[in-house]
């Protein structure tokens, strides 16, 4: 049974794959698109596709943009999924095989971990001149990390793959929300 998470994911590959094959500057139909996967043995996809209305009004929405623009958009999210799937253990080895440069650090890993493990929901950066960054939860706890020169790198890469998101407090110093995302990841991680 195909979920709608994976459905999703097979689209975003085959849009990718169908984009990859156009001119760089042309737009794709959607008729195009249905074809192409009938093509490509995704019929019962394609009968999907075309009988949700939403699906295919996103679809054509995708399709009008340049093909160089939508392949571009698509490898950015396929390469996000890589990054998330290569904390997930039994995923681990085919990303690492597949897409070596898709790599969640340990020290950023083991923040979502804590958090998780911790039922965080925010934690706040302070700062100091004569000390490293401390990251005080929400609930009073302390946030360990190893590596001060990429603490900010890895809290960045977090929320461009919304498994935090920031916000300021008065006096303006970071805050770092833990999102379902992250709570999802963690979850799948120490399950498996």
Not at 16 to 42: M, P, Q, T, V, Y
Not at 121 to 130: D, G, R, T
Not at 155 to 184: C, P
């Amino acid at each position: 049974m195909i979920t709608e998470a994976s459905a999703f994911a097979t689209i975003v590959g085959l849009l990718s794959s169908f984009s990859s094959g156009r001119k760089s500057k042309s737009i794709a139909e959607f008729a195009d698109f249905i074809s192409w996967l009938i093509d490509h043995n995704h019929q019962e996809l394609a009968k999907t596709i075309e009988q949700n209305a939403t699906t295919s009004a996103s679809i054509k929405a995708l399709l009008n943009q340049q093909s160089e623009d939508l392949h571009y958009k698509l490898d950015d999210l396929s390469h996000i999924m890589a990054i998330i799937a290569s904390r997930i253990p039994d995923l681990t080895a085919l990303v690492t095989s597949m897409v070596p440069s898709a790599e969640l650090s340990d020290q950023a890993y083991s923040i979502i971990i804590q958090m998780y493990k911790n039922k965080n929901e925010f934690f706040l950066v302070s700062k100091a001149m004569n000390r490293g960054a401390l990251l005080i939860t929400s609930n009073g706890n302390e946030i360990t990390y190893e590596d001060e020169q990429f603490l900010h790198d890895d809290l960045n890469t977090l929320v461009e793959l919304d498994l935090l998101h920031i916000d300021y407090n008065s006096q303006g110093s970071e805050m770092f929300y833990f999102t379902r995302a992250a709570a999802k990841l963690a979850s799948t991680s120490i399950c498996a």
